[in-house]
C-alpha cells in the first residue's frame, strides 16, 4: 500500500476562497482522521470517521470547515470561506482500530493570503 | 479531558551525547495508549512506538529506549548516542479507548537539536 495520500501537498488561496483537501486512507482502516498543524496550537484533532462515519468534530474550529467521507477510500476537508488564520499544515491519517498506530500523510500546507 | 505535557520545548546536544525526552500525560481513562512520534524537517510525522497502559515494561529498539511510569505518569523517551540525524521535533501523544474514543492528543513537542 502507498500509504496516506493528502493532496494537495501545498495550496495557496485568497481569502474567501473555498478550499478542499483531499485524502485517501489506506486500504482496509477503519478510522480516519484530520489534524491541524500550527505553531500556536501545536497538533490538533479536528474531527475523526469510523466506517465513513463521523464520530466526533468537536475539534472542528468553526462551521466554514466540514468534513465528509463518502466511502471508505476518500475524504475531504473544506473550508468555506477561507481566512488567513486558517493557514496551517493539516494532516490526514488512519488507523485500523483506535489506539493503534496511525498512519500520518504527507500533509497539506495551506497559506490564506 | 487528557493532556500531554512536553516541557522541554528545545533541547540541543552534541553528537554522541545521550538525551532524554521528557512527556508527562494526563487521563481518567484506565485503558489507554501511548505513542512518541518523530517529524523531521521533511515535514512528515514518522511512527516510533506505542505503548498500552497496562504495559509499563520498557522498550529498546537500537538507540532508542522507552521508560514508561505509570507512578508518575511519563513516558520518556532517551536516545543513547545521538546523530545528527535524530535532529527532529518529537510528539509525545495519548489515546484513549473509552466510550467515546478519540484520536491522538499530541504534546505540543521538543524540537532536539544534534550538533556534529
Known amino acids: 500500500d502507498a500509504g496516506v495520500i493528502q493532496s494537495p501537498r501545498h495550496e495557496v488561496t485568497e481569502m474567501g476562497q473555498e478550499v478542499t483537501l483531499r485524502c485517501k486512507p489506506i486500504?482496509?482502516?477503519?478510522?480516519l482522521f484530520w489534524y491541524r498543524q500550527t505553531m500556536m496550537r501545536g497538533l490538533e484533532l479536528l474531527i475523526y470517521?469510523?466506517?465513513?462515519?463521523?464520530?466526533?468534530d468537536s475539534g472542528m474550529p468553526e462551521d466554514r470547515f466540514s468534513a465528509k467521507m463518502p466511502n471508505a477510500s476518500f475524504s475531504t476537508l473544506k473550508i468555506q470561506p477561507s481566512e488567513p488564520r486558517d493557514s496551517a499544515v493539516y494532516f490526514c491519517?488512519?488507523?485500523?482500530?483506535?489506539?493503534?498506530?496511525?498512519?500520518f500523510g504527507q500533509g497539506t500546507r495551506l497559506t490564506v493570503v | 479531558a487528557q493532556k500531554v505535557t512536553q516541557a522541554q520545548t528545545e533541547i540541543s546536544v552534541v553528537e554522541k551525547e545521550d538525551v532524554t525526552l521528557d512527556c508527562v500525560y494526563e487521563?481518567?481513562?484506565?485503558?489507554?495508549?501511548l505513542f512518541w512520534y518523530k517529524q523531521p524537517p521533511s515535514g512528515e510525522l514518522v511512527f516510533l512506538i506505542r505503548?498500552?497502559?497496562?504495559?509499563?515494561q520498557n522498550e529498546i529498539s537500537g538507540r532508542y529506549s522507552w521508560n514508561f511510569q505509570k507512578s508518575t505518569s511519563s513516558f520518556n523517551f532517551t536516545i543513547t548516542a545521538s546523530q545528527v540525524v535524530d535532529s527532529a521535533v518529537y510528539f509525545c501523544?495519548?489515546?484513549?479507548?473509552?466510550?467515546?474514543?478519540?484520536?491522538?492528543?499530541f504534546g505540543k513537542g521538543t524540537h532536539l537539536i544534534i550538533q556534529p
Open positions: 491519517a488512519s488507523s485500523f482500530l483506535i489506539g493503534r498506530q496511525a498512519f
Open positions: 486500504s482496509g482502516h477503519d478510522y
Open positions: 470517521f469510523n466506517n465513513n462515519v463521523p464520530i466526533d
Open positions: 487521563t481518567r481513562d484506565t485503558t489507554y495508549y
Open positions: 505503548r498500552n497502559s497496562f504495559d509499563e
Open positions: 501523544a495519548l489515546s484513549s479507548s473509552g466510550g467515546g474514543a478519540d484520536g491522538l492528543t
